[in-house]
């Protein structure tokens, strides 16, 4: 999970390092592209076949227009703010997936402390949009602030993706399905805009030939198929706590590759966002380690009634 978290932490990064060779939303497209044809290969080895009858197609066609979309609001964030930003509001996802789930699902009620959760990371929110310097120009922090609210959109994309493949038959389908859905759908749209904006040229750099290598083979093929693989092994709950540390990576590789800049309200706000999410989504978790302790502490310590006698 570390290892996950440094790979999509990079990503917004890499994105953004490499934009003046490539654009970000020709890279998210054949990044998708070529991943999805490697998860079709995968499908082949392993004999899986996409069945069209069972009506996944639609519920498929739904998340790949949300995955598509939550990468277009990426590709645009990252032209008017730092990947620092676009990592912690596009990682607010869990708080937009526990509010669909809500409202979709009876079993996935959010409890008390989930509602302060949400309140804290919504607060942490507010506080970040004003992380940019007083001392900006008017224009800059304009642009900076449109580019916070594309980066946000990405992460309500990225949660409403995750409530239909949860509400719908694709929560029981091969993973490779739905990633394979989701694959083709980035690229298709990915590369409408690309070609909209007239961002299709490339500048065949060293550095925009390794993005490109460590985008379609690193982030969207293997990170992804190693993140369903630890879905299958360990405890959700967890993993989704681990999964914090994706925007303290953001962050902390955006100001040591790019120089980018930390404003203390940003990053007071990306605290609160963390914080919030945490209350969230590992709610189980917590309530779980609660759960042992008091059988713990009742185990070693006998009843009082029990001690009188």
Known sequence: ???????????????????????????????SGIAAVLVAL??????????????????GLAVGILFASEYVFVSQALHYTSAAHTSVFLYTAPVFAALGLHWKLADERLAPLQWIGIAIAFAGIVTAFLGHGLSDSFAHMGQALRGDALALAAGASFGATNVVIRCTGLARAPATETLLYQLVGAFVLLLAVAATGGELSLNPTPAAWAGLVFQTLVVSFASFLVWFWLLRHYLASRLGVLSFMTPIFGVALGAWLLNEPIEPTFLAGALLVLGGIALVSGYEWLRDAAVRRHQSSNAYGPPRSKARR
């Open 42 to 59: 995968v499908m082949v080895a392993r004999k899986e076949k996409i069945s069209l009858a069972s009506g996944l197609w639609r519920p």
């Open 1 to 31: 999970m570390v290892v996950l978290c440094t790979v999509w932490g990079m990503q917004q990064v890499a994105l953004k390092a490499t934009a003046g060779d490539i654009s970000p939303a020709l890279q998210i497209s054949v990044r």
